[in-house]
């Protein structure tokens, strides 16, 4: 089992930065897309950005030139928000494949099998 733990989260003004963490625990694999998703209450489950094993990239198109997502082999994977809006409040969830992603990233939350709890960003216009 792979065990995957946030922080980060937080309040912040509109226009400003935060970065979400997440650490990755037991049975992980270098192969495995990492990723970031969010959701709002009563939604579903929105793709924000993911990362192939070998370090491609891909992102939603409303967060594409203001998030950046990075990683550290299969151990860590962070989510760096800048000139953030209202609309990005949400619940923010790390998660990871169980599959093998190289030259491309997944991109639909069925394509991840492991995921954290969940943290909390708020942007306040």
């Known amino acids: 089992q792979v065990q995957l733990v946030e922080s980060g989260g937080g309040l912040v003004q509109a226009g400003g930065s935060l970065r979400l963490s997440c650490a990755a625990s037991?049975?992980?694999?270098?192969?495995?897309?990492m990723g970031w998703f969010r959701q709002v209450p009563g939604q579903e489950r929105e793709f924000v950005a993911a990362?192939?094993?070998?370090?491609?990239t891909g992102y939603a198109d409303s967060v594409k030139g203001r998030f950046s997502i990075s990683r550290e082999g299969a151990k860590y994977t962070a989510l760096q928000m800048d000139i953030l809006k209202p609309e990005d409040t949400a619940v923010y969830y790390c998660?990871?494949?169980?599959?093998?992603?190289?030259?491309?990233?997944?991109?639909?939350?069925?394509?991840?099998?492991?995921w954290g709890q969940g943290t909390q960003v708020t942007v306040s216009s």
């Open positions: 990362i192939s094993s070998s370090g491609i």
């Open positions: 037991g049975r992980t694999s270098d192969t495995s897309a």
């Open positions: 998660a990871m494949s169980q599959e093998t992603w190289i030259r491309r990233t997944p991109y639909h939350h069925k394509q991840f099998s492991y």
